[in-house]
């Protein structure tokens, strides 16, 4: 287990706070939840069969049921939300009834802290309802997905640990919306990491201008967009992968810059390089990889791969229960 993750779950259980976890019906879902029990991280709530989950000090919600708590107030409240968008009181009786849903306005409604789902959904389905009804932070421009990326190697990054943004979430971003990617995800290095600086590189085919082409372009243009709205922030660009962590070849490739050779921070072009980089890590590498988890959302709600694990689970509840004690 890495560091980054004792961590997290230190911080978890310093001050518990209840994480809704919709997918009952997925048996990583309660493997993960015994262990997050045993070892204290959070109070749980898991929307499913009460008669087929049993998991001591955990509580079982079916959301299907119009006998279930709250029912009727989420179903008011979520009609109001999507008011203008013609959705009834019966329309919304029947939407709340979806665990997502339901777990979701638990969460709007202060009956949870948090949300984590995919394990067997979509993306778009944990994200709709996030949107839907807790909508963006404030300030918010862009929502977006990072990784975090505990690895093997830790002469990379911060000890071994880098984010890796966005790999889930916005499929071919623009300049500007790279460089929102970029600064929200030094945000968020900031609060898991305490102490270190960000460092991010926006990674591309070319390193300095080396090589032409519309993606170079875009995310040289990205890089000066971040420069201009964060000036506080270490972040340099286009570069290489290589360029942006080894030190000896940034030294060759991008002598003058404080970011290449030290990035913990890597800001993929487009949704199919992060992931596809990711993946790679964590497969051939060994890496463990936390997420996608999503900033930009005004209540902690994540997603995670459908390839996941309990465990992976279990260290997502952790990151989740922290973001919510952040948002305090």
Known sequence: MSDFLNRMKAAAKSDLKTI???????PRTIEAAKKIVEEGLAKLVILGNPEEIDIEGVTVIDPTSADAPNHEAYAQKFAELRAKKGVTIEQARAQVMDATYYGTMMVKMGDADGLVS???????????????????APGTKLVSAFMVMCTKTPEF?????????????????????????????????????????PKVAMLSYSTMGSAGG??????????????EKAPELAVDGDLQLDAAIVPSVAALKAPESTVA??????????????????????????????????????????????GCSADDIVGVVAITAVQAQMAE
Do not use: W
């Open 261 to 306: 050779g030290h990035a913990n921070v890597l800001v993929f072009p487009n949704l199919e390089t992060g992931n596809i980089g990711y993946k790679l890590v964590q497969r051939f590498g060994q890496a463990e990889a936390y997420g996608p988890i999503l900033q930009g959302i005004a209540k902690p709600v994540n997603d995670l791969s459908r």
């Open 214 to 227: 519309d993606t170079a372009k875009k995310v040289q243009e990205a890089t000066a967009f971040a420069k």
């Open 118 to 136: 995919g394990a067997c959904h979509s993306t778009a389905n944990t994200l709709r309802p996030a949107l839907q009804i807790l909508k963006t």
């Open 20 to 26: 809704v976890l919709p997918e009952g019906e997925d």
């Open 157 to 197: 990054g911060a000890d071994g640990t880098l984010v890796f943004a966005d790999c889930g979430l916005n499929i071919d971003p623009t300049s500007d919306e790279l460089s929102e990617i970029a600064i929200a995800s030094a945000n968020s290095f900031k609060t898991f990491m305490g102490d270190v600086e």
